[in-house]
């Protein structure tokens, strides 16, 4: 079903999400219109450094523990096997990236360490794409397709960014943008910078500057549709860290940039619960003075500090709690779901079975995708 945005509500063919019409008859009311939102960025993951031993322990620091070896496929492969399992328990959208996301055990990475050093992501340094990841991205959308899921693309990530030369961001872009309406993908989500406020993008995908570039995204897209006849549509965005995305600093978001995007990708990192009350309330007020007109807020990551020999974190459910009664998104970032490898995409965790038990309360029985209904139905 093709997502579309109306207001503040996502619309999944004609029905609002988690509706009766959308396939979720029995969910929580206060979903209709939202996006619960998993934070898996690392499902298309590689480093192609030859040495993958930061830690100066002697092995490959993303070697699978049964195997003593890194596998890119393996992990796409069992990312996509999961899908379905996240869908049943009513999850439908997921946030990926193309330049991944910190991928070592804690965040942020241990002392000495640094994504900065890792060679992670589907854009060479002239912005060209590598085959590899792109393939294994379109594993990912096309079995999101199948499942009627709500993909979330991130293009880039502050700590990969500058392995891109500065003056071949665009190219990056363009490409990016080209590949997925080629591959006939629509309605998708594209978080262009993951937290865009932060000092380490160079500066065209840096607040005050990256609304330029929200508007490439789209200028591209209507280049591609005067061309070939077609209509397709993306949602363009870009997301702020958990520590911008207080009231005092969301007052200072330029108008530029809130006139420029099609929803608001706030983070929930590290913050109390009445900061996000606050928060939204202040996002609400920038969008009537200067969007001037109503916009969807996803909290589109969350999690909480990690505790010295915790097994694994997540997002505050309390503020999953918040944002549903103030109409709001939310996803969970939950920490043995980024890391790599991820032993388990589903519920190989606490952290993960809690998450997966509360969207599960929440969403009800979901109906199967419209591609298994139809399917079916032809039988």
């Not at 596998?71 to 096997?81: A, C, Y």
Request: hydrophobic share 35%; proline share 6%.
């Amino acid at each position: 079903m093709k997502l579309s945005i109306v207001g503040e509500d996502f619309i999944q063919g004609d029905a609002r999400t988690y509706t009766k019409g959308a396939g979720f008859p029995d969910a929580d009311e206060r979903l209709a219109g939202l996006l619960l939102n998993h934070r898996v960025i690392n499902g298309i993951f590689d480093d192609l450094n030859e040495d993958r031993d930061y830690d100066g322990d002697g092995r490959d620091d993303w070697a699978y523990s049964d195997t003593g070896e890194w596998d890119p496929e393996r992990n796409t492969d069992q990312f996509v096997d999961a899908m379905s399992d996240w869908r049943a328990c009513g999850v439908i959208a997921f946030t990926i990236s193309l330049q991944g996301g910190n991928p070592f055990p804690t965040s942020p990475p241990p002392d000495g360490l640094s994504t900065r050093d890792l060679d992670c992501g589907a854009f060479d340094p002239d912005g060209s794409l590598r085959p590899a990841f792109m393939q294994r991205l379109r594993r990912v959308l096309n079995e999101a397709k199948r499942l009627d899921m709500v993909p979330i693309v991130n293009y880039f990530y502050q700590g990969g960014n500058r392995r891109i030369r500065e003056e071949t961001i665009e190219t990056a872009i363009d490409n990016a943008t080209n590949w997925l309406l080629e591959q006939g993908y629509d309605r998708l989500i594209i978080d262009l910078a993951n937290e865009c406020n932060a000092s380490a993008y160079w500066p065209a995908l840096q607040l005050p500057n990256i609304h330029e570039m929200i508007y490439q995204v789209k200028d591209t897209i209507a280049l591609y549709n005067n061309a070939r006849g077609h209509e397709r549509v993306f949602y363009v965005g870009s997301s702020f860290t958990g520590t911008f995305s207080t009231p005092e600093n969301l007052r200072d978001i330029p108008a530029s940039f809130m006139r420029a995007v099609d929803l608001l990708l706030p983070h929930g990192n590290k913050r109390g619960t009445e900061e996000i009350v606050s928060a939204i309330e202040v996002l609400r007020e920038r969008t009537e003075t200067l969007a001037r007109k109503p916009l969807p807020i996803v909290y589109n990551e969350d999690t909480q500090a990690v505790e010295e020999g915790a097994e694994d974190t997540g997002g505050d459910l309390e503020h999953l709690e918040v944002c549903l009664d103030a109409h709001v998104s939310w996803g969970n970032l939950i920490r043995s779901h980024q890391r790599v490898p991820c032993e388990d995409w589903f519920q190989g965790t606490q952290v993960q079975r809690h998450w997966f038990e509360t969207t599960r309360e929440l969403a009800g029985e979901p109906e199967p995708p419209r591609s298994v209904r139809t399917f079916r139905h032809r039988i």
